[in-house]
């Protein structure tokens, strides 16, 4: 978490900003969905990839291409589910597996990474398969897991109470808006 000496305050979040601009500076989903809806820009995808086409239509290029989408759209798996139920090709982490896992598991149960990834991939394998992968990768889940970009509040929150450990969560956020607040990089020339 780097201090910033100089006193810049963050943009008004509109068309007159260059991409480089926008990029420099912290926004919610919600602003850059409405500047992309100000500006006719496809509101669909994730943050990073919305990111990028509000950065081309401030710079007035051609918007990076929208990859097709490859998750497989299969039949999802109804109750009743029972240890020998087959996961099928492109079934979801979805509220009746989790169900199943909290009975089978217990309370702690939770789609973690390595669950997500095992009910993705892991078509023609068994419930059953997937219990036995959850308790296999408990040692595994303890580590230190690398939180996704996209995730950048939780980043910042991991990183602020690690430097901080007697920190307060009130603090923490008063932090976290401090930070926001200041600008990714130099300023655009």
């Known amino acids: 978490m780097s201090s910033n000496m100089g006193a810049e305050v963050r943009p008004e979040l509109s068309a007159a900003l260059s991409g480089d601009e926008l990029a420099r500076w912290y926004w919610t989903l919600a602003e850059l969905t409405a500047l992309a809806r100000e500006l ?14 509000l950065r081309a239509a401030l710079d007035g290029v051609a918007p990076p291409a929208v ?3 490859t998750r497989p759209v299969g039949r999802q798996l109804t109750a009743p589910v029972s240890g020998s139920t087959v996961i099928p090709e492109g079934q979801r982490c979805s509220q009746v597996l989790r ?25 023609g394998r068994t419930l059953a398969d997937a219990v036995a992968h959850w308790r296999t990768t408990r040692q595994a889940d303890a580590q230190r897991q690398e ?16 430097e901080h450990p007697a920190g307060r969560r009130t603090e923490a956020l008063a932090a976290w ?4 607040d200041r600008p990714r990089g130099p300023a655009a020339g």
Do not use: C
């Open 99 to 123: 169900e199943y896992f909290r009975r089978e598991i217990g309370p702690g149960f939770h789609f973690d990474a390595h669950m997500r990834t095992f009910v993705s991939e892991g078509a």
């Open 177 to 180: 808006r401090a930070h926001r």
């Open 147 to 162: 939180i996704g970009s996209q995730f950048e509040l939780n980043r910042f929150l991991r990183d602020w109470h690690a």
């Open 67 to 69: 990859p097709p989408r």
């Open 40 to 53: 006719g820009v496809s509101r669909g995808g994730g943050k990073a990839a919305l990111t990028e086409r």
